[in-house]
């Protein structure tokens, strides 16, 4: 029996590896934890854990690792990819906790990946939304990371 995973499987597998992606740096931000601790905890605790009636999806183990990594790695630069993107008055420090890992795992993707950005775009466009369903963070996103992204990748557009 063949073990291949489908393509949706593997897409969905994506797309949780960036959503956990965002949320281990906003709590590497908040509580100081070290990038190699934050990884064996959200792979040990969170990829296809169930809790009580809460099952957590796998997640793309190589992605999610190299997003954590590669946005502490490059967070320099990857943040002031981001601030050029933002109004003056608002620069990435005054950002939501949450939008700045978002902001970060989407510029590393941006840097060190060759994911097309239009994909890369539209899945951390999903991932505000479902992080501020109700609000206009989305929008924000979109036109922050198609600004970071011409930045990155000027040759994709």
Do not use: C
């Not at 073990?3 to 897409?11: C, M, V």
């Not at 993107?85 to 993707?109: C, H, M, N, Q």
Request: proline fraction near 4%; hydrophobic fraction near 45%; avoid cysteine.
């Amino acid at each position: 029996m063949s073990t291949e995973l489908s393509g949706n499987a593997k897409r969905k597998m994506k797309s949780a590896a960036r959503f956990y992606a965002v949320q281990a740096l906003y709590q590497m931000e908040v509580s100081g934890q070290t990038t190699d601790k934050i990884i064996v905890e959200f792979l040990d605790h969170r990829f296809g854990a169930i809790y009580e009636d809460m099952e957590f999806v796998e997640g793309d183990v190589d992605l999610f690792t190299a997003l954590v990594k590669d946005a502490v790695n490059h967070q320099a630069k990857i943040d002031q990819m981001t601030d050029r993107a933002l109004v003056a008055k608002w620069p990435i420090a005054r950002i939501d906790p949450t939008l700045r890992g978002l902001f970060r795992a989407a510029g590393a993707e941006f840097v060190a990946s060759d994911t097309p950005p239009k994909v890369v775009i539209k899945e951390f466009v999903d991932i505000a939304a479902a992080f501020f369903p109700e609000g206009k963070e989305s929008r924000f996103v979109n036109a922050v990371l198609d600004h970071v992204a011409r930045e990155a990748k000027p040759d994709a557009f």
